[in-house]
């Protein structure tokens, strides 16, 4: 598509890596642009004592309050917390799990959770917390920057000991809508997982973005074919490179070009 990136050899595939890591399931749906960020799913959680009864929803279990129960927080209702999941080894029970946001509420979510973890003491329990990204460089109008593009758009990674408590701290933040697992079970990302996450993110080589393939037209805006036009043949990620087809003398040249060379039309 014509806004698919291509990257370097070597560098994995974001679309291919996120199903691999991510045994996903079906997200919720996402607000309009430009509508305000929505509220978590929330609620008052039941004690398992107070006698309240068991409210089905489809993809996770909630108590409904009994008489005498506690009021509604201002956050709203809150789910009630999973079984217990079995953790990835790690000296001191911590591991690293996936959230799932709205799209575009990434960074803002880190805030949320970053404050949340301060305010209520979970430094213990809730550790990094990651929205991994990469630069990327762009051309436009001949000129050339450097932007953020987020590695995987509606994930928030979090590094945390799973239990209760922090489980509640994490899926009642506002704008998370659930954890990465099986059903209501968080699963943790295994140590190769995270490791090859962690690396990509300390790889700091920039990389071009992409905005045209196969068959795009483009417009040369440096060399010595500048304000020259013509089709793409193929592009070659691995040298950072492109081949066009240019009209010299009535026939059709191909010419090899920088990423950074080449503008779509």
């Known amino acids: 598509m014509a806004n698919e990136r291509n990257r370097s050899q070597g560098k994995p595939d974001t679309a291919a890596l996120i199903q691999k890591l991510f045994r996903d399931e079906p997200k919720e749906p996402q607000p309009a642009e430009g509508s305000p960020e929505p509220a978590s799913s929330v609620g008052v959680v039941t004690p398992p004592d107070t006698g309240g009864a068991a409210v089905e929803e489809p993809g996770r279990a909630v108590l409904e309050p009994s008489a005498g129960a506690a009021p509604a927080t201002a956050e709203g209702v809150l789910e009630v917390p999973p079984a217990p999941v079995d953790l990835a080894p790690a000296a001191d029970g911590r591991a690293w799990f996936v959230i799932h946001t709205y799209s575009g509420y990434e960074n803002k979510v880190r805030t949320n959770l970053e404050r949340r973890v301060a305010s209520m003491a979970m430094q213990q329990k ?3 917390i990651l929205v991994p990204t990469e630069d990327e460089i ?3 109008d001949g000129k050339r920057r450097i932007a953020k593009k987020k ?3 509606g994930y928030v990674l979090v590094e945390m000991v799973m239990d209760d408590d922090s489980w509640y701290v994490v899926r009642n933040t506002p704008g998370v809508t659930g954890f990465v697992g099986s059903g209501s079970k968080p699963l943790p990302l295994q140590d190769k997982e995270i490791k090859s996450i962690l690396r990509q993110l300390v ?6 973005r992409i905005t ?10 440096s060399g010595p074919f500048m304000d020259f036009s013509g089709i793409v043949d193929e592009i ?3 040298k950072e ?3 066009v087809l240019v009209s010299i003398f ?4 191909p010419v090899e070009l920088d990423f950074a060379q080449v503008e779509k039309i």
């Open 126 to 128: 809730i550790f990094r």
């Open 138 to 140: 762009e051309v436009k």
């Open 151 to 153: 590695v995987f758009p």
């Open 203 to 208: 790889d700091e080589t920039p990389k071009f």
């Open 212 to 221: 045209y393939q196969k068959g795009s037209s483009v417009r040369i805006n």
């Open 236 to 238: 070659l990620p691995e």
């Open 241 to 243: 490179k492109v081949r």
């Open 250 to 253: 009535g026939r059709e040249t």
